[in-house]
Structures are given as structure tokens and as C-alpha cells.
T-cell receptor
């Protein structure tokens, strides 16, 4: 089984819709992260969490919210999706020098 | 100006060539330097990690950090078609070991048989 799983793997939605991306892990890491990847821009940090009660904004948190439901689960929400949120989204776990990434969710907002 | 700059390529080389991938950065506080490899439609996977300056070797891969020049490199010897992927540099700074990584844009490498 994969250490980090993300659901859904692909999603097409419309402008204004609320959408949730889910991440779960089996490694028992306290630290979890959400990144987005855009062509030519690399990966940018959206939110990160050190434990269930410790959630922090990253580089590009506007328009996003997160929930750490348990140590193993970290969800990313787009309250009202807009087209420029079309991107590849990755969940990651681990410490600064060793982060493990999930397979990604490809999100398209029409 | 971005904190981390990486030539996006694409870079195309023949099998067996030595490949050099590079990143420059502006934040002198960076202490942790990583290289990730990302195959198409996959998540990034950690290749190499270096703390502070110096070289690190792992098989065909060598990572170098020159903090005086704010420049890091990844060398791939005897490149193989299976090395074809996007390579991302990433960096982080203390204090607190927060785990926040700053990524370069990624360099796409193609190794032709």
C-alpha cells in the first residue's frame, strides 16, 4: 500500500463550486503539507500542519482552507473554486530533509 | 526575483552522457538542500539531501552545494533513459526546522537511447 494516498486523482469542477481534496497517510508522521504545482512555477506550499491542533499558512493560502481530522488525515478545501486554481495538487508528509509525496490530484476548474 | 531559480530546460542528452542540473538561490539562510525527481504523472521523490555546504555522492548521482556562490548542482553520470524526468531542487532554512520547502521550477531531462 502507498504511504500517502490522495483522493480524487482527477476532478473537473465549475467556477463557484466547493471542492475538497483528501490526503491520508500510513507512516505515522506528525507533519503534513499541501502543495500546488503549476507549469513553470514548481511546487508552492499552500498549508502545513505539525499536528492535529497546529495548522499554518504557507506561501499561497488565499482561497484555500484545510482541516486536520486526525494524525493520518489532512484535507484541502476550495470554498469557491476559480479557474486559476486549476493545477496539480500534492500532499506530502515528513520532515524538512525527507518529505514523501502523494500521487497528486489533477484539478480543473471550468 | 524568485528565491530559487532553476533553468526549466528541456535538456536532451544521449545515453551515457554526464548531466549537470543547477539552481541558484538568494536567501543566505538556506541550510537544507534537496533534489527531487518527478516522473510524468507521479509525485516527486527525494533523490539527494545535503545539509550546508559540500558534496554528497550516491551511486551515479552527486550533489554539490556552494553556499558562497549560492549555487547547487546535481550531476548524473552515465545517464540512462530511465533518468528521463523532471528534476526539482528544494531548499529550506532554520530556525525551527519547520519543514517549509522552497522549490525551483524544475528542469525536464530527456536521455535518448
Amino acid at each position: 500500500d502507498a504511504d500517502v494516498t490522495q483522493t480524487p486523482r482527477n476532478r473537473i469542477t465549475k467556477t463557484g463550486k466547493r471542492i475538497m481534496l483528501e490526503c491520508s497517510q500510513t507512516k505515522g508522521h506528525d507533519r503534513m503539507y499541501w502543495y500546488r504545482q503549476d507549469p513553470g512555477l514548481g511546487l508552492r506550499l499552500i498549508y502545513y500542519s505539525f499536528d492535529v491542533k497546529d495548522i499554518n499558512k504557507g506561501e499561497i493560502s488565499d482561497g484555500y482552507s484545510v482541516s486536520r481530522q486526525a494524525q493520518a488525515k489532512f484535507s484541502l478545501s476550495l470554498e469557491s473554486a476559480i479557474p486559476n486554481q486549476t493545477a496539480l495538487y500534492f500532499c506530502a508528509i515528513g520532515r524538512v530533509n525527507e518529505q514523501f509525496f502523494g500521487p497528486g490530484t489533477r484539478l480543473t476548474v471550468l | 526575483q524568485k528565491e530559487v531559480e532553476q533553468d526549466p530546460g528541456p535538456l536532451s542528452v544521449p545515453e551515457g552522457a554526464i548531466v549537470s542540473l543547477n539552481c541558484t538561490y538568494s536567501n543566505s539562510a538556506f541550510q537544507y538542500f534537496m533534489w527531487y525527481r518527478q516522473y510524468s504523472r507521479k509525485g516527486p521523490e527525494l533523490l539527494m539531501y545535503t545539509y550546508s555546504s559540500g558534496n554528497k555522492e550516491d551511486g551515479r548521482f552527486t550533489a554539490q552545494v556552494d553556499k558562497s556562490s549560492k549555487y547547487i548542482s546535481l550531476f548524473i553520470r552515465d545517464s540512462q533513459p530511465s533518468d528521463s524526468a523532471t528534476y526539482l531542487c528544494a531548499m529550506s532554512a532554520p530556525p525551527g526546522n519547520t519543514g517549509k520547502l522552497i522549490f525551483g521550477q524544475g528542469t525536464t531531462l530527456q536521455v535518448k537511447p
